[in-house]
């Protein structure tokens, strides 16, 4: 996570601290008076510098036939977080969230609800806004009632509200909010109006149906990839081989400029581009350009050398010896490995992966006559997608339009990750051609150029008692997280938190703690993938913890218990995914069609809690998932329905990473071009998932993410439990398993 | 010039014979419903109905459309089985990200006109689209749904 995303709000001087980013910095920090005035006069005083989520008329439209259109501070990518909104505002709106048509709002200073900065990503959104939108509902309320109240020449006190209409009760007269809302947003709305009791909730805590679900089942969701604009070109492009080389030559240019609707050819940083009348013979076209490139280093690790491979980056990460930064301590390791009775070590691994969200990414660029620039695009983080366009067009971030359609999966991927979008392709050719452009990336240039989730090692090493209880656990991580790379200014400590989450802050009980962390920097684009560092590291550190288990001779989930004495959140949710399951066993034992096992595991992502069990067969050398209980306590919840698809959701990815997913560098160039040669969890391999929500009243933590880490480790540690064999280098696709 | 018979309506296009059923569909005649996921018949994103057949419209080249009449997601409640999937799509809450479904609305839909009572393996059978957002569990659920 974030680090300057824990409930405290940044400073100023924090954010400014540090070096590096300083696009994505000028972004966080918009020039919030400028950007005010730009926009107008609106209610009040508050008006020039808005308190982020404050502004009513910055987030709602009322219209005439009761609908209300809310502008989103979140981008939906199948989250459900536009109907989250919907229910959390509506609720103390008082207006029913079917109702409700919601959008992704343009880049502003009042929609920086995350805790001062806005993007869509961490698992955040709800758990950061939820106070912020529901107090903007209550206002919104509160402000129609005082309109009402003027109008009807009675007390405020006097009048009730109900499904978008005030009404007075003694007069038996009544206004709907499409009357009152032209009126309304003329009041100062009251600083501090009283919130809804949580008995009385109608929407929040219900399983309110999605908003977008029956336009997604129709075709009639738009996204980035269907937009089109008068007059525009279609663009596509063909990617240098390795990432950091350029075009230098293009031997039958001519040629292609010839072929069927091309209206040009262009070369871009790193990349050729097409533009044509369709997308289809820009594409025909760009693939058919004879490109040469300049070549690649011939080795090293600072550039995609033209030897460089996943093998020599992993070597490189295992050869380190840098002793690199403390990242958790507590107690005395030496003293406990100097007195154990046995030691345990293991190495784990984790390749590269992509995102392969099913939308391709595209962009659309429009220069207007008047100077200004309008981009459609996917994107996690409008401000710094803005940012960085001005500077790619020559223009000021107030000069251009985002617009954030919906995405077709995002899973991380839409963040700005320099050469890894292709806005800024579409912003250059727009400007050399006069002309609107739409970049697509083929689904093969999507898997040259997606930013991945680094490839990772950590070394552990745990020190055991007489009675095989572990009295000191040391890791060692080497490599490169995404916060560093890309939000580096904002790290408290040269420890990168998304390097480590998932290994540090486990709840366990272990007297003697080391973990350390050694950068060791990838020369390829890293990226923020579903969970983050906790994608693999909850894999390693839960898998090791039942190698110690083993060694002890303790069974795993009596030593899970063990471990949480005197902590009954973890214990609550050990207890009900065992009761889920039908009580702990662990196994082999003979299952339809053959023997299963199961595995546990427990997870502390983004600020929630989770306890998984999977039950594992071994079929032709590989393994095959039945079952996955999930028991997941994210503190309190919006809707329950949401919250459970997105467990299953996010399990499903952790399961398709454990078993089969990894980019491959060989000689600087991935191995993967298509779903063909990079395989996704199938129809086939998909499990029953089983999810229960626990409710410990604890804050509110993040839904999106936390499904995923429990379910490799879970998958790992059944294997084990069935065949003997402890799979340490991810995916399992790579090991064959025994037979049982 | 190409005819084309598209959800009942007659359409004339020019484009390469090569041009794939799915760049027509989307970029010539704005039918952005059908999806773009892979263009290699991996991933069914692009499913449409040629003839009433769930087919993999990126690897439809317009010159072998000739006379099969070509149904779309834009169409499929017309369709009284399309209807019933769609009804049950929205019941069971299957979307995540919803760019897959067009193409897993499509597959249900053609293996309902063929099938009308799947066996569970019909269903494994049939429906082989991608859904990066794991919905799996929930489709089967709908088809069976929709098939009751
Ligand atoms: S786009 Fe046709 S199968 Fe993927
Ligand atoms: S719902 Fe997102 S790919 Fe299927």
Redesign the pocket.
Known sequence: MIPLLRPAAPSRRRFLAGAGGALVLSALLPARSARAEAQGPAEGAGALAPKPGTRVAAFLEIHPDGTIRLLSPFVEGGQGIATGMAQIVGEELDVPPSRFVVECAPPGPDYAVVNGIRMTGGSFSTRSSYETMRRLGATARDLMIRAAAAKLKVQDGELTTRDGVVMHADSNRSLSYGDLAADALKLKPNESVPLRDPATFRYIRQPVPRLDVRDKSTGRAVYAIDQKVEGMLYAAVQHAPRLGTEPKGLANEAEVRAMPGVHSVHRLPGAVAVAADSWWRARKAVEALKVEWTAPKASGLDTVAADFSSEIMLAALKASTDPGQVAEEKGDVAAAFAKATKVVEADYEAPYLAHAQLEPPSAIARFDGNGTLDVWLPNQMPEVFQTVSAKVAGLQPAQVRIHSPMLGGFFGRHFFYEASNPFPQAILLAKATGRPVKVLWS?EEEFARDAVRPLSFSRFRAALDPAGQPTALEVRTVGEGPIGRYFSMMMQTPVDPSAVEGIVEKPYAVPNRRMTFTKVAHPVNIAFWRSVGHSMNDAFYESFLDEVAQAGGQDPFALRMALLQGNARHRTLLSTVAEMSGGWQRGPYRGEGGMRARGLAMASPFGSETATIAEVSVEGGEARVHNLWIAFDPGSIVNPAIVKAQVESAAALGLSSVLFEQIVYRDGVRQSQN?DTYPVLRREHMPKVHVSIVESGAPMGGVGEPGLPGVPPAVLNAIAALTGQRVRALPVANTKLSSV | MVNLTINGRHYSVDAEPDT?L?FVLRDTLGLTGT?????????????VHLDGQAT????VPLESVGNQTVTTIEAIEQDEVGRKVVEAWVALQVPQCGYCQS?QVMAATALLKQTPHPTEGDIVDAMT??CRCGTYNAIAAAVRQAAA
């Open positions: 689904r779903y | 794939p799915l999806k773009y996921g892979c263009g290699i018949a991996q991933c069914g994103a692009c499913t993999r419209s990126c690897q193409g689209n991608l």
